[in-house]
C-alpha cells in the first residue's frame, strides 16, 4: 500500500513538472509577441515598453534581448527598440507565397453558393480588366466571360472598383481611351457622376454598360498596405438583379471583399482616398436611380 501511493504521487508529480514548462513556454512565447506587438507601434524605450506591457524592467528586458538576438527587434541607444529586420524577411516571404486566386477561392464559392450568381475576380492588367477567376451560378443564364479575358474598365463592374481609388484626373483619361469599346453611349459627366456615388458607397456598379440585360456589383480588394489589387463581383440577369436585390448584395459584395483583403493582411487601414474630395451626406444612389436601365456588367 504504501509502495503504491508514492508510486500515485510520483506520477501526479512528474506530469505536474511537465505541464508547468509547457505553460510557461507559452506564457512566454505570448508575451514575447505582445512584445513585438507594441513595438510595431513604433520605437519605444525599455521603461516604456515594461510600463505598456505591464511587465518588470528585468523580464522585458530579458524578452526584447532574446528577440532582439534573433533579429525580429533592433536596438538603438536613447532610442530603444524597434522592428528588426527578421520581420521584414517573413514579410516578403508571406508576400510572395501568397496567391490571389488561391486565397480568393473559398470566399469566391461561398459567395456564389449564398448569391446562387455568377463571381469573377479580376485585377488591372496593361489598362484593361483581366478575369483571373470565375465561379458559374445555379440560375440558368450564360454569364460569358472567361478566365484569361480582357474587358474594358470604364463599363465594366469590376473595372469601375478597380479604380475607386484614382483621381477624377485618370477617370477623364481613361474614360476618353475607352471611348471605341463602350457598347453604351454615355457622356463623361454622367460617368464621373456615377463614379463619385461609387467612390462614396464602397463599390461600383455595372448597369448593362459592357453586356445587356446583364447587371453586377463590384468591390475593391486590399493588400496590406490598403492598395486596390483586385476586385470581385456578383454578376445575374437582369431579372435577378432589381434594384433592392443590388443594394442588399453590395453588403455581401462588401463582406466578401473585405475578408479576401484581411487575408491578404489588410488591417482596415488604407491611403486617403479621391473619396475625400467628393464627401457627401447623400446616400449612395439606386442602380435606377444613378443613370441607365441599370444592369450589373458580368464583370
Known amino acids: 500500500m504504501r509502495s503504491t501511493r508514492k508510486a500515485g504521487r510520483s506520477d501526479g508529480s512528474a506530469h505536474g513538472e511537465i505541464a508547468q514548462p509547457a505553460r510557461l513556454g507559452s506564457q512566454?512565447?505570448?508575451?514575447?509577441?505582445?512584445?513585438?506587438?507594441?513595438?510595431?507601434?513604433?520605437?519605444?524605450?525599455?521603461?516604456?515598453?515594461?510600463?505598456?506591457?505591464?511587465?518588470?524592467?528585468?523580464?522585458?528586458?530579458?524578452?526584447?534581448?532574446?528577440?532582439?538576438?534573433?533579429?525580429?527587434?533592433?536596438?538603438?541607444?536613447?532610442?530603444?527598440?524597434?522592428?528588426?529586420?527578421?520581420?521584414?524577411?517573413?514579410?516578403?516571404?508571406?508576400?510572395?507565397?501568397?496567391?490571389?486566386?488561391?486565397?480568393?477561392?473559398?470566399?469566391?464559392?461561398?459567395?456564389?453558393?449564398?448569391?446562387?450568381?455568377?463571381?469573377?475576380?479580376?485585377?488591372?492588367?496593361?489598362?484593361?480588366?483581366?478575369?483571373?477567376?470565375?465561379?458559374?451560378?445555379?440560375?440558368?443564364?450564360?454569364?460569358?466571360?472567361?478566365?484569361?479575358?480582357?474587358?474594358?474598365?470604364?463599363?465594366?463592374?469590376?473595372?469601375?472598383?478597380?479604380?475607386?481609388?484614382?483621381?477624377?484626373?485618370?477617370?477623364?483619361?481613361l474614360f476618353r481611351s475607352e471611348r471605341s469599346e463602350r457598347r453604351t453611349p454615355m457622356t463623361l459627366p454622367e460617368w464621373l457622376e456615377r463614379m463619385r456615388h461609387y467612390v462614396r458607397a464602397g463599390y461600383a456598379f455595372d448597369l448593362e454598360e459592357n453586356e445587356d440585360q446583364i447587371r453586377c456589383i463590384a468591390a475593391p480588394i486590399r493588400d496590406v498596405a490598403g492598395r486596390t489589387i483586385a476586385a470581385i463581383s456578383v454578376s445575374s440577369a437582369a431579372q435577378y438583379m432589381s434594384d433592392q436585390r443590388m443594394q442588399t448584395l453590395s453588403r455581401d459584395v462588401l463582406n466578401t471583399a473585405q475578408r479576401i483583403s484581411e487575408d491578404l493582411g489588410w488591417t482596415g487601414r488604407h491611403p486617403a482616398a479621391p473619396q475625400d474630395r467628393f464627401a457627401s451626406n447623400a446616400k449612395p444612389r439606386s442602380p435606377r436611380s444613378s443613370g441607365t436601365r441599370g444592369s450589373a456588367s458580368r464583370r
Request: aromatic content about 4%; overall charge negative.
Open 28 to 173: 512566454t512565447l505570448l508575451r514575447g509577441l505582445d512584445v513585438i506587438d507594441v513595438v510595431a507601434e513604433g520605437p519605444i524605450k525599455l521603461g516604456d515598453l515594461a510600463a505598456r506591457l505591464g511587465l518588470t524592467r528585468s523580464t522585458t528586458h530579458r524578452l526584447a534581448s532574446a528577440l532582439t538576438d534573433r533579429r525580429y527587434l533592433s536596438f538603438v541607444p536613447h532610442s530603444g527598440y524597434s522592428l528588426g529586420p527578421k520581420l521584414l524577411e517573413l514579410g516578403f516571404r508571406v508576400r510572395d507565397e501568397l496567391d490571389l486566386p488561391r486565397v480568393a477561392a473559398p470566399h469566391l464559392e461561398r459567395l456564389a453558393l449564398l448569391t446562387e450568381d455568377t463571381v469573377h475576380l479580376g485585377i488591372i492588367d496593361h489598362g484593361h480588366v483581366l478575369y483571373l477567376d470565375k465561379v458559374p451560378g445555379k440560375r440558368r443564364i450564360n454569364i460569358s466571360s472567361r478566365i484569361g479575358e480582357l474587358q474594358p474598365v470604364s463599363s465594366t463592374g469590376l473595372g469601375k472598383a478597380l479604380i475607386l481609388d484614382l483621381d477624377e484626373d485618370a477617370w477623364v483619361e
